[in-house]
Nanobody, 125 residues
Framework: QVQLVESGGGLVQTGGSLRLSCAASGRTSGTYATGWFRRAPGKEREFVAAIRWSGGNTGYAESVLGRFTVSRDNANNMVYLQMNSLKPEDTAVYYC??????????????????WGQGTQVTVSS
């Protein structure tokens, strides 16, 4: 089992920044990649960003390109999501998730094996 715990959410104004953290514990050695998803009120969970543990390759949703950056700390099993230039439409519960499948596209919920509890991000205008 892998346990994931998010932190760093909160309330910010439009244009502000937040850094989310995802701490992984348990049997993490088989993890291929970790992704970030978000779920806004009344909407389905959507892909935000992902990073592969081995090579550090990253991918982003077009809606966050140039504003969000995903990074990792391999030694401490930590993944981060730096969010800049936040907009009200970024308001959502943000989840980190890990997949064991190396062929995963990383953009779909069903590809992930473990999920955190989520952290609320609210952007006011």
């Amino acid at each position: 089992q892998v346990q994931l715990v998010e932190s760093g959410g909160g309330l910010v104004q439009t244009g502000g920044s937040l850094r989310l953290s995802c701490a992984a514990s348990g049997r993490t050695s088989g993890t291929y990649a970790t992704g970030w998803f978000r779920r806004a009120p009344g909407k389905e969970r959507e892909f935000v960003a992902a990073i592969r543990w081995s090579g550090g390759n990253t991918g982003y949703a077009e809606s966050v390109l140039g504003r969000f950056t995903v990074s990792r700390d391999n030694a401490n099993n930590m993944v981060y999501l730096q969010m800049n230039s936040l907009k009200p439409e970024d308001t959502a519960v943000y989840y980190c998730a890990s997949t064991l499948t190396y062929r995963a596209t990383l953009r779909f919920v069903h590809e992930y094996d473990y999920w955190g509890q989520g952290t609320q991000v609210t952007v006011s205008s």
